[in-house]
């Protein structure tokens, strides 16, 4: 079984539209999460932490739910430039981070 | 401007021999890490390092050699025991709050 598992996608949703996609994690002692964004053939970036109490930032919301192991990403009123692979990342020690194959997002016109 | 840097942007490996892909950072960070991603697969560990003169395998590290002689630079060998190095490479560092800082990648070919 994989550390991190995303549902490959793709999610192809209108301009304006919600969309939403889970990352279920297999180490229950993980203790940090995160979301990081690729663009095609370019690097990752941080996109945000995810913390237990779930948190926002602008049209994005990320939460956590410990018990079922799986962290979630929310983007609300979908923008062109949305479109992307979203990466989800699990830190269970210190120094080794866990990716997930991402969840790809295209939003149309 | 702070940030990681990888050259090159392309390379490109014969048969049997080895190349070495460069990974220089000015963020002051002490770990380093490198990785490997194939088409529709995750970020895999090669190899990482925490502090100077000290780097540990990761999940792929066969057919790989790194060294890490100053805090700067994480240089990544791929040897000709790597049979199958087709592959986009990053390297990455480790930040505050345990954000990793990518540098824009090297994709290598062979042919």
């Known amino acids: 079984r994989k550390e991190v598992e995303q549902d490959p996608g793709p999610f192809n949703v209108p301009e304006g539209a919600t969309v939403a996609f889970n990352c279920t994690y297999s180490?229950?002692?993980?203790?940090?999460f995160f979301w990081y964004r690729q663009d095609c053939r370019k690097e990752p970036k941080l996109l945000m932490s995810?913390?237990?109490s779930g948190n926002e930032d602008g049209r994005f919301t990320a939460q956590l739910n410990r018990a079922s192991q799986y962290i979630s990403l929310l983007i609300r009123d979908s923008k062109l430039s949305d479109s992307a692979t979203y990466l989800c990342?699990?830190?269970?020690?210190?120094?080794?981070?866990?990716f997930g194959a991402g969840t790809t997002v295209t939003v149309r016109a | 401007d702070g940030g990681i840097t990888q050259s090159p942007k392309y390379l490109f490996r014969k048969e049997g021999q080895n190349v070495t892909l460069s990974c220089e950072q000015n963020l002051n960070h002490d770990a380093m890490y490198w990785y490997r991603q194939d088409p529709g697969q995750g970020l895999r560990l090669i190899y990482y390092s925490q502090i100077v003169n000290d780097f540990q395998k990761g999940d792929i590290a066969e057919g790989y050699s790194v060294s890490r002689e100053k805090k700067e630079s994480f240089p990544l060998t791929v040897t000709s025991a790597q049979k199958n190095p087709t592959a986009f490479y990053l390297c990455?560092?480790?930040?505050?709050?345990?954000?990793?800082?990518f540098g824009p990648g090297t994709r290598l070919l062979v042919l």
């Open positions: 180490n229950s002692a993980s203790q940090s």
């Open positions: 995810v913390y237990s």
């Open positions: 990455a560092s480790l930040g505050p709050q345990e954000t990793q800082y």
């Open positions: 990342v699990v830190n269970a020690n210190d120094y080794k981070l866990s």
